[in-house]
């Protein structure tokens, strides 16, 4: 089968690979819709998880299952599925203690596209079916849908670190499609204003759709210098960082207010440290928490993420900018995403 991958750290291409064996507990899988995502550029052109070799690439995306290993109980060929980016393994001691997205290790539920072969191919296989996948409920849009295999737990997941309230005022550092998915996830939670960071005129737009109310480039100045102005020096209760780079959590920590918190989702893809500015952290004393966090994949999040789609809650399809057809085009997917064209936001490939 063909499969498109990760041939070394820079470079891509296709190759032929024996189409794989299913697991006892796992699935075997065809592609309905998929999406290539920033990590994916981290990976390949940054080498910021290290050497790899002919490592298929992808972890976002809808699929319908073409067999199931013996022990899987609540799936069955036909079945059409969500897959989550982060696919842990249920029955560690990590996910025991809650932190299934580092299963066996740190990060060791991020498998496709990082320590196991991903999704762009003819045939992708998923570790553990009962506890990983989630049925596309009828009706879902599957392009819609493969923004929940990571778009939309990710963003979410920085409020959740943040811990976002009622009321809290919000800066979403970051708008591209994870971003993007922040403010919403921010606004789902109760934020107030949301003061959201980025520049493409598409993103921007869409912040506002989903319920930034004030946008900040910082192409202009720095943000917290622009925060601290539009918030009467007080600065914000939560910063939620899906975007820039180590110097960004400077600016974060300057633009918090005393006992708030930060809530990381950005892949740090070059860098060797992250500097906190000593004065503004409150001499180590300022109560401003920063958290980073890997998102939680898994079954359950899938279905209650899914549940908003249903429900009208949540409505990813404005991430999706560009439409393309059949696997070949997941190489131009790709690109679109390494070059971030202005009007791109996420671009998805249809099967
Ligand atoms: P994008 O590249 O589409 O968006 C990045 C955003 O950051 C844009 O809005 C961009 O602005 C803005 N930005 C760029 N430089 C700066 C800067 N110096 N200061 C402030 N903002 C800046 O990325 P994605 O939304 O696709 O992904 C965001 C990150 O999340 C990536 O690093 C990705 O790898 C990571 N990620 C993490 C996961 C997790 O589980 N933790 C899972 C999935 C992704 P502009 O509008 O000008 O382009
Ligand atoms: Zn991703």
């Known amino acids: 089968m063909k499969a498109f991958v990760m041939k070394k ?13 299913c697991s006892p507990m796992g699935a075997l899988l065809k592609p309905i819709a998929l999406a290539p995502c920033t990590s994916d550029v981290h990976t390949v052109w940054e080498g910021a998880v290290g050497e790899r070799t002919d490592l298929t690439l992808g ?35 990590e996910a025991q203690a809650g932190f299934s997205m580092h299963s066996g290790g740190m990060l060791g539920g991020w498998k496709f596209s990082n320590i196991a072969d991903g999704l762009f191919s003819e045939v992708f296989h998923v570790n553990d079916a009962d506890g990983n996948l989630a049925l596309l409920p009828e009706g879902v849009d599957p392009a819609a849908a493969t923004m929940l295999s990571d778009m939309v737990p990710t963003g979410f997941h920085a409020s959740e670190l ?29 934020a107030s204003h949301v003061f959201a960071v980025g520049t493409r005129p598409n993103c921007v737009q869409v912040a506002k759709e989903y319920g930034a109310t004030d946008i900040i480039s910082y192409k202009e100045g720095s943000i917290d210098s622009q925060v601290l102005k539009k918030t009467g020096g007080k600065g914000v209760d939560k910063v939620l960082i899906a975007g820039g780079n180590c110097d960004t959590f400077a600016e974060a920590v300057r633009m918090l207010k005393p006992g708030g918190a930060i809530g990381n989702v950005n892949y740090l893809g070059e860098g060797e440290y992250i500097k906190i500015p000593r004065a503004a952290w409150g001499v180590g004393m300022g109560h401003k928490k920063i958290v980073g966090g890997l998102m939680p994949g898994g ?25 393309l057809q059949g696997l070949e085009s997941i190489e131009a997917a790709l690109m679109l995403m390494k070059d971030k064209p202005r009007d791109l936001i996420k671009p998805i490939v249809l099967l």
Do not use: Q
């Open 299 to 323: 079954r359950l999040r899938m279905e209650k993420l899914v549940s908003l789609l249903v429900t009208g809650r949540l409505d990813t399809s404005k991430l999706i900018t560009h439409r």
């Open 59 to 93: 972890h976002e995306g809808v699929g319908e299952i073409i067999e199931v290993g013996p022990l899987v109980k609540d799936f069955k060929p036909g079945d059409k599925v969500i897959v989550p980016a982060i696919t842990p393994d249920w029955n560690s001691l």
């Open 162 to 190: 943040a811990d976002v309230k009622y009321g809290d005022t919000v800066c979403v550092i970051g708008i591209g499609p994870v971003g993007l998915m922040a403010v919403a996830g921010a606004v789902l939670r109760g």
């Open 9 to 21: 750290i820079g470079e891509t291409g296709w190759v032929e690979k024996p189409v794989p064996k």
